[in-house]
């Protein structure tokens, strides 16, 4: 690969931001990588673990010097933190967010200054773990990489648009540019919804009097377990992705609620045929999934026996 960037900045230093820092590493598109976390601890644990190659004390320190700077904060810190790097980084700088919500970011971005080009980014990857540990060069091999640029039509942030777009091809992602709005609404069904979905089934496991807290932890089938999964979660980005993303997660949500509404009535009057046909759709949208590379057609999502 070819160099992109003799020096970048990560800002935040969790799972997204430190696995997209070893993935520029690993495929030779950054000279140097220095990482900011207003949590002293993080960052010493990010440049222990080797996510970075530096960890500065402060945003500034941090941002000299960097042609790139990827914002990977909770995405209702992202409107200050874009404001801070706007203000600070170096002219011509390539700004980049990772968050899964664009309006709130697209919104607070077209406010500043046009001297460093933000691009607005989602990497739809991850997994429920989170800190610098966490991180792993191949997070993005395979996924898609939305892009939701500003309404700009000038040549400097066309260029830098497809630069970011090439960055996220180097490290891997399939790259899609899409209108933000759109974003968020496909986004509050494909993830946000199934969050918000174990999030609330986990939590009424837990308040359900009549059954043990043991008993759910011992007989926890593999639809329940998987559910447990997702609600492991990092509890203050998922919290600030609903607040920042409420008109299209509320849309999305009266539309399960509906679906929900339907089920519970075929049940009630043993209606088989609506109960299979609700069924055999989800099945055939797995099965979508599955095809378009998205999942692994493996038995017990690849557990062993015991798993």
């Known amino acids: 690969m070819t160099l992109m960037f003799e020096r970048a900045a990560v800002i935040g230093a969790g799972l997204i931001g430190a696995s997209l820092a070893r993935a520029l590493r690993a495929n030779g598109l950054a000279g140097r990588i220095a990482g900011f976390d207003l949590d002293a601890d993080v960052r010493r644990r990010a440049r222990e673990c080797g996510a970075v190659d530096e960890a500065p004390d402060t945003l500034d320190a941090a941002l000299k010097g960097a042609a790139l700077v990827i914002v990977s904060t909770p995405v209702g810190a992202m409107p200050a933190v874009l404001a801070a790097v706007a203000a600070t980084a170096d002219d011509g700088a390539l700004v980049i967010d990772v968050g899964s919500v664009k309006g709130a970011v697209v919104e607070a971005a077209a406010t500043l200054s046009p001297r460093v080009s933000i691009v607005p980014c989602h990497p739809v990857a991850g997994t429920e773990q989170s800190g610098p540990e966490a991180g792993f060069a191949s997070l993005f091999d395979k996924r898609w990489a939305i892009i939701t640029p500003l309404a ?22 399939n790259v899609e540019i899409m209108d933000h709005a759109h974003h968020d609404l496909a986004l509050a069904i494909t993830s946000h919804l199934p969050h918000l979905i174990a999030f609330t089934l986990v939590g009424a496991a837990d308040d359900l009097e009549s059954v043990a807290e043991a008993e759910i932890v011992k007989y926890s089938a593999g639809g329940f377990r998987d559910f447990t999964r997702i609600a492991a979660s990092d509890p203050v980005m998922w919290r600030d992705v609903f607040l920042n993303n409420k008109a299209a997660v509320l849309e999305v949500l009266g539309r399960f609620s509906e679906e929900l509404a339907l089920l519970q009535r075929a049940i009630r009057w043993g209606d088989a045929e609506t109960l299979e046909q609700v069924f055999r759709r989800g099945r055939e949208l797995r ?3 599955v095809a378009a590379g998205q999942e692994k057609d493996v038995p017990n999502f690849g557990r062993d026996a015991k798993g």
């Open 152 to 173: 700009r039509a000038d040549a400097p942030y066309k260029a830098a648009v497809d630069k970011a777009a090439a960055l996220w091809r180097a490290v891997g992602s």
């Open 287 to 289: 099965r979508a999934i």
